[in-house]
T-cell receptor
Framework: GENVEQHPSTLSVQEGDSAVIKCTYS??????FPWYKQELGKGPQLIID?????GEKKDQRIAVTLNKTAKHFSLHITETQPEDSAVYFC?????????????FGKGTKLTVNP | DTEVTQTPKHLVMGMTNKKSLKCEQH?????MYWYKQKAKKPPELMFV???????INESVPSRFSPECPNSSLLNLHLHALQPEDSALYLC?????????????FGPGTRLTVT
């Protein structure tokens, strides 16, 4: 089945610095790669996604890059702020038995220090 | 509006109780999902409904019984649960089932089985 590896598991940065989280996947048929932010006591919030026909996507301070050849994708957050502190999950689609589902990485706990 | 609502927020139940979790969306989405999330872990898919029909059951024990009464509502009926079933139960929806459609999560129901 699909395996999504996510690194690092924890990341601590100073306010204003950049943060990068990386994920790799194993299913070459994967075609959709969302990123979720989960704050304490809340459900995961979709913050950005990328599809397999695109190499990079940006939304203000957040960007995602995708390398289909190497099967890895990354989340980049620039000018980090304390409110960016949360757990971030990457995910990739897995096709199994004719159905598609999302498989999540194990998460990265990001702490932005003021 | 990308809101998915879930009730109740918290639930404590004994192992002999019967309870239900409810989920609602008014985005016109035709796919709805139940996920289970243990502490410090990613969401794990339990069930997928597509056009009100169960399309994926991830080998979930029968003490969890999903129901989709209409395209806006999703229930999860609980009976004879075990303490290890204590977790955050997340509902999500997407325009259609499958990979390239954004999934939006609700805030979850925090379940404690005593």
């Amino acid at each position: 089945g699909e395996n999504v590896e996510q690194h690092p598991s924890t990341l601590s940065v100073q306010e204003g610095d950049s943060a990068v989280i990386k994920c790799t996947y194993s299913d070459s048929a994967s075609n959709y790669f969302p990123w979720y932010k989960q704050e304490l006591g809340k459900g995961p919030q979709l913050i950005i996604d990328i599809r397999s026909n695109v190499g990079e996507k940006k939304d203000q301070r957040i960007a995602v890059t995708l390398n289909k050849t190497a099967k890895h994708f990354s989340l980049h957050i620039t000018e980090t702020q304390p409110e960016d502190s949360a757990v971030y999950f990457c995910a990739a689609t897995l096709t199994q038995g004719g159905s598609e589902k999302l498989v999540f990485g194990k998460g990265t706990k990001l702490t932005v220090n003021p | 509006d990308t809101e998915v609502t879930q009730t109740p927020k918290h639930l404590v139940m004994g192992m002999t109780n019967k309870k239900s979790l409810k989920c609602e969306q008014h985005m016109g989405h035709r796919a709805m999902y139940w996920y289970k999330q243990k502490a410090k872990k990613p969401p794990e898919l339990m069930f997928v409904y597509s056009y009100e029909k169960l399309s994926i059951n991830e080998s979930v024990p029968s003490r969890f019984s999903p129901e989709c009464p209409n395209s806006s509502l999703l229930n999860l009926h609980l009976h004879a649960l075990q303490p290890e079933d204590s977790a955050l139960y997340l509902c999500a929806s997407s325009q259609l089932a499958g990979g390239p459609y954004e999934q939006y999560f609700g805030p979850g129901t925090r379940l404690t089985v005593t």
